[in-house]
């Protein structure tokens, strides 16, 4: 009698295969998987050993290593990133926008911004609809990730209905549509706010210091995933794609005050390159 690989039952990685895994998402994306992250890891890649008919972990780890699995190591890193987001995740930064940044500078002045994990894209279009809302008409607006897979998603501008519960008073109105039909349930961002962001992958392990000068940078929820060393290679980064006296804000469980930084912290999670 055979079995269908379909039908192969689940196993977790064992220790050493889960180690090679460690490794290797770390020196990728720097997301370092802790030891209590076997099973997530053996959960997330099971149905990849099953559609690449990899007899274990190891056998597919070997795969994606392989220049040949550029493609299948691409697929594999994108199920290891966690992209949970919503519109106006920590309100607090949307606030000090308004109140900090673009009231106290010129209206014609132009106002760089980079969403530098912008996930399903809840963040840079939630930037973009503040700045709309304060009429602020000279602005760029990057947003990248290294998950292409959410960033095409992002790029739709489609979301379900119950994801806009975070929207502030009118904006649900003033920015979205509701879908019709086959997109009964869902809502989508208005094309106005939807051409005012513009996509790309950027891995934020990477060199990516030619991108040029912002006056702030949300990067927010994605340095819990990173060990100290890769957050100051990170940050030192971040430094030179900021402008003296612009801002940074993280997450609000991202204090950046055990590492050796360029930055001034302004208040919680909010921060400033002097
Ligand atoms: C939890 S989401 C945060 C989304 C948004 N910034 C927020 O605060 O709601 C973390 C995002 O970081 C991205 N990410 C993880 N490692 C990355 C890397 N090395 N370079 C760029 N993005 C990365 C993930 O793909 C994911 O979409």
Known sequence: MFMSHNERTYCKPTEREFVLFQTLIKQKIGIHLNDSKRTLLGSRLWKRIIATDSENYYQYYKKISKPSGNKE??????LITTNETFFFRED???????EEIISKQRSSQLLRIWSAACSTGEEPYSIAMTLDDLAVKNQLIVASDVNEQVINQAKTGIY????????????????????????????RIKPDIRSRVNFIKVNLMSDFTSMGTFDLI??????????????????????????????????????????????????PAVYYKA
């Open 92 to 98: 607090k930064h949307f606030q000090f926008l308004k």
């Open 73 to 78: 190591l691409k697929t594999a890193l994108e």
């Open 160 to 187: 379900l209905d119950q994801r806009a519960h975070c929207v502030p008073d009118g904006f649900r109105e003033k920015y979205f549509t509701k879908g019709l039909d086959e997109y009964h349930g869902y809502i």
């Open 218 to 267: 949300f990067l927010r929820n994605v340095m819990i995933y990173f060990e100290d060393d890769a957050k100051t290679q990170l940050l030192s980064k971040m430094a030179s794609c900021l402008r003296e006296g612009g801002w940074l804000f993280t997450g609000h469980s991202e204090s950046l005050h055990t590492l050796n930084t360029k930055f001034k912290c302004i208040q």
